[in-house]
């Protein structure tokens, strides 16, 4: 048996991307993963899908589990020979009774490595822009836990010093009891129009600033309904964040936004919307699947030789295609007698991927562009592949056909409805909080009318702006009842993800 250890390791403030590389590393190799309450969960995406997950999460003050139970898990598992990632929200070591595992650990001879994380301190104030330190305004700062001293009338904290010293303080825990800090401050001589802020939610697209000073944060917080989790910030650099704010600055910050896509093409369009501040609801509305049978597309495969052009119009056909070509033992070189039309930029980078550069890209990225540059060519008796969905337009064959060329469109992938919406934007939907849906083929809209019905969605939409990718999706969209609010000049998810930044700017 291979001898167990147990990784602490910080998962950071909130923000996925926050986790450190070592972090990651040790999370690959997980047997068994002990996560909290406020480690983000998407950080499990890096365990193997065969790791055990077990929630520890500890909510409030209130123990889903006691810590004793936490230590003996973590003990048990150790010496079961295990790799164990204790995931802990911030840093394990800042309130984090990362110490307390440690020693139990210690103390039954388990090997344990600790990883260090972004403390919430330092992630709310990174992305609050408020330095906790800066040369012209403090140059000592203080975390302090705001539960202390609740069930005890001594406490261990010098209040005297904490408020006399100057130094910006950081409560953690200290929402319910923020009160009775800030009048301790004041009793102890901090200045009751010293600046503070809480930030709820640090780092992540929920997050929640909200500024006032020693002597009126606490009505304030009560007012606004403020709940934890948050840190409060205390000290003259508070003011900085006028200037220094940012994340809650980007553009598409605070707008839900609802990406519907195939799943597998999601990611890129949705990260891009992400690092503009949207908080993104992926909804996906076509389910790719490979088609009925591939013996037409095979036979044209066999046939590359024998033709002039290959027309590819998105990243999905060039996809299927040359997965098919490389399941048949070819490769590019089976394409070196073709000329390659792309559809757009996009799809040219695909098939540029698989180490081709098109000899074609239409100024309009669409069908009828693509349609338009062979009608000035000499097409006549030209033999024209066009591997495509089983549901695409036959505007391309047909003219090309029109044009005296030989097109065979063979089917390389087929489009499906998914079973249902993902809960999360029916939820969205229902409570009325998103801001915008963006459509990038006519099938998103149509699929996203047939799986909800037609009437469900108008009414599901009613004040939500729609974004369609351009003038074939947005007749779609019109279609079906729907207002076209955004739709961008040129026909790429970069340039939706920008018209989108104009529009909510
Ligand atoms: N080990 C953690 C702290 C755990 S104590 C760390 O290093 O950050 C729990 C407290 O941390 C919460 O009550 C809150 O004060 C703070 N906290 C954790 N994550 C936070 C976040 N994303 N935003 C604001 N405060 C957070």
């Not at 003996?72 to 929200?89: D, Q, S, Y």
């Not at 295609?321 to 073709?338: E, H, I, K, S, Y």
């Not at 991927?353 to 098109?358: D, L």
């Not at 009608?375 to 044009?403: C, G």
Request: hydrophobic share 40%.
């Amino acid at each position: 048996m291979s001898k167990g250890i147990v990784y602490l390791i910080g998962a950071g403030p909130g923000d996925p991307s926050l986790i450190t590389l070592r972090g990651v590393e040790c999370l690959k190799k997980a047997d068994v993963v002990v996560y909290d309450y406020l480690a983000n969960e998407q950080l499990l995406s890096h365990a193997p899908e065969t790791a055990e997950r077990i929630y520890a999460g500890k909510i409030g003050g209130r123990h889903n589990q006691g810590q004793d139970e936490i230590n003996n898990l973590l003990v048990e598992k150790g010496r079961a020979g295990k790799v164990v990632v204790r995931l802990k929200g911030g840093d394990p070591f800042v309130f984090g009774r990362g110490g307390e595992e440690c020693e139990a650990l210690r103390d039954a001879g388990i090997t344990f490595e600790v990883v260090p994380g972004v403390t919430a301190a330092v992630g709310a104030s990174a992305y609050a822009g408020i330095p906790l330190t800066h040369r012209d305004i403090t140059a000592s700062v203080a975390f302090v836990t705001g539960q202390e001293g609740k069930d005890k009338n001594e406490s261990n904290i010098d209040w005297d010093r904490l408020s006399l010293g100057g130094g910006t303080v950081v409560f953690y825990m200290g929402v319910t009891t923020l009160r009775r800090n800030m009048l301790r401050m004041v009793e102890h001589g901090r200045s009751p129009a010293t600046p503070v802020a809480l930030v709820r939610w640090a780092t992540t697209p929920c997050q929640q600033v909200l500024v006032g000073t020693l002597a009126d944060i606490a009505d304030r917080a009560e007012e606004s309904g403020f709940k934890p989790p948050a840190v409060t910030i205390v000290g003259e650099v508070v003011a900085l964040r006028e200037k220094l704010q940012w994340f809650d600055k980007r553009p598409l910050c605070g707008k839900k936004i609802i990406v519907t896509r195939a799943t597998e093409q999601a990611g890129e369009f949705s990260a891009a919307l992400a690092a503009r501040g949207a908080t993104v609801l992926e909804c996906p509305t076509i389910r790719l699947v490979e088609p009925e049978n591939w013996q037409l597309l095979d036979m044209a495969i066999r046939d590359l030789p024998e033709y002039d052009w290959v027309v590819l119009t998105s990243g999905n056909a060039v996809r299927y295609f040359f997965q098919r070509l490389n399941t048949l033992g070819l490769d590019a070189r089976a394409l070196a007698g073709c000329r390659i039309c792309a559809v757009g930029p996009k799809t040219a980078d695909e098939i540029l991927s698989f180490g081709i550069k098109p000899d074609l890209i239409p100024s309009d990225f669409k069908a009828e562009g693509v349609v338009d540059e062979f009608s000035r060519l000499d097409m006549h008796n030209t033999r024209v592949l066009f591997p495509r969905a089983d549901k695409a337009r036959d505007l391309i064959p047909n003219e090309l056909k029109r044009l005296g060329a030989h097109v065979d469109s063979p089917v390389a992938y087929r489009n499906f409805l998914p079973e249902r919406l993902p809960p999360e934007t029916l939820f969205a939907l229902e409570k009325r909080s998103v801001d915008c849906i963006t459509f990038t083929s006519s099938s998103t809209v149509q699929n996203l009318a047939a799986m909800l019905g037609e009437e469900l969605m108008l009414d599901m939409l009613k004040g939500v702006a729609v974004a369609s990718i351009g003038p074939i999706t947005s007749k779609s969209c019109r279609d079906l009842g729907l207002k076209v609010d955004i739709e961008p000049q040129a026909y790429t998810l970069q340039s939706l993800a920008e018209s989108l930044e104009t529009y909510f700017g």
